[in-house]
Each structure stands twice: as C-alpha cells, then as structure tokens.
Nanobody
C-alpha cells in the first residue's frame, strides 16, 4: 500500500522560511513524478511545484516561482519543498502527491496524480 506522509508544516512569520518533507513508502520511489499542491480554506486546490523522475526537471506555480524549491532524494524516498520569503497568502494545507506510472510529462494538474498524503498545515502570520 502506497503511503505519502508530509511533515514540516507550522506557524511562521511573514518573510520566514519552512521546509516541508514528504516520505513515500510502499512502492518504488525513483520512477514517478512527484508534486506539491496546496489548499486554503474556501479555495480550490492549487498547484505549487512538481519534479520529474527521469531528469529531475521542475515546474512551479506562478505564485511561488523564485521563492519555493522542490527537490527529491531518491535514496531516502523523500521529496522536499523549501519555502522562503513566505507570505500570508501562502497559508494553506500542503499536500504531497505522486503519479502511479512512470511518465515523461511532469503534470501541474491534480487529476494526474494518483497518490496523496494527508496534508500538513502551513500558517504564515503578518
């Protein structure tokens, strides 16, 4: 059974930093694209960042470009999201997601991801 477990969320002041981690178990990690999404209260789930399995290529949502960095450590089955210059509008539950198959295209669409974590809360105070 595939499991994704996020950690690293918390309360931080505007301008601060956090690093989220996502640990995967139950399947081969290094052959699937991984992503982070977020959802704020009353809003739709939003794409944050994704990283490809074959080249490590990355994609970012417009609102986080230049501030967030996604990375992966295949040896440890971990995906990270380093967040700097945090803003109150970054407040949301952050979800880790994985695709089931080994795909070349790194998707920014939540429907293309098959496995999801339970989420970790990030709150940025002004």
């Amino acid at each position: 059974q595939v499991q994704l477990v996020e950690s690293g969320g918390g309360l931080v002041q505007a301008g601060g930093s956090l690093r989220l981690s996502c640990a995967q178990s139950g399947r081969t990690f290094g052959t699937s694209n991984m992503a982070w999404f977020r959802q704020a209260p009353g809003k739709e789930r939003e794409f944050v960042a994704a990283i490809g399995w074959i080249s490590g290529s990355t994609k970012y949502g417009d609102s986080v470009k230049g501030r967030f960095t996604i990375s992966r450590d295949n040896a440890k089955n971990l995906v990270y999201l380093q967040m700097i210059s945090l803003k109150p509008e970054d407040t949301a539950v952050y979800y880790c997601a994985a695709q089931k198959d080994s795909r070349l295209h790194v998707s920014m669409t939540s429907q293309d991801y098959d496995y999801w974590g339970q989420g970790t809360q990030v709150t940025v105070s002004s």
